[in-house]
């Protein structure tokens, strides 16, 4: 039995990094946000809006616990995932959980040339991004380091930026697992 948790805030890279990680050590892949997409026949972005975040919360714990049985899988996580209830310690408890650490001013990058929607950020101007960011992350620090590992993201544009964090965050399994 194997169970890698992603987590990061938004932007960080979780799916694509999830995607070829479960690729490289022959596991499934999920994606928790495309679960409860699935589950609920809603996209993240009507959820959040016809729901409010402390419901959309509670779903997504609910669908957390459920993903959380499926065995030799890597799950990738929202951004929000590990802040509320007893998330973080679950995943830690259910398998390995890695932080895929990134500076704010990298998110900005990313999250502008991405065609995510987002709802924490949606209708925010350019000029309010990294100040929103950067304050908003340090709020959720906190419980993204009680992650198992931190595996700092800065460089992943290129495909073989990708396959490079991939291997050394395979190599962080390794060596947690020798221990």
Do not use: W
């Amino acid at each position: 039995m194997k169970r890698i948790f992603i987590t990061g805030y938004m932007g960080a890279g979780k799916t694509t990094i999830g995607k070829q990680l479960a690729k490289s050590l022959s596991l499934s892949f999920v994606d928790l946000d495309t679960c409860i997409e699935n589950k609920y026949r809603k996209s993240i972005p009507t959820l959040f809006a016809e729901k409010g975040e402390d419901e959309f919360r509670k779903i997504e714990n609910r669908v957390l616990r459920e993903v959380a049985q499926f065995e030799n899988a890597v799950i990738s996580t929202g951004g929000g995932t590990p802040c509320f209830f007893d998330n973080m310690e679950m995943m830690n408890r259910a398998g390995v959980t890695i932080y895929l650490e990134t500076e704010p001013e990298d998110l900005v990058r990313r999250l502008r040339a991405s065609r995510t929607v987002r709802p924490l950020i949606t209708g925010k101007p350019a000029e309010e991004l990294l100040p929103f960011i950067t304050e908003h992350l340090s709020r959720r620090e906190r419980y993204y380091r009680q992650a198992q590992i931190i595996y700092h993201t800065d460089r992943m544009t290129t495909k073989k930026e990708i396959h490079l964090t991939v291997r050394g965050i395979e190599e962080q399994i390794k060596r947690r697992n020798a221990e």
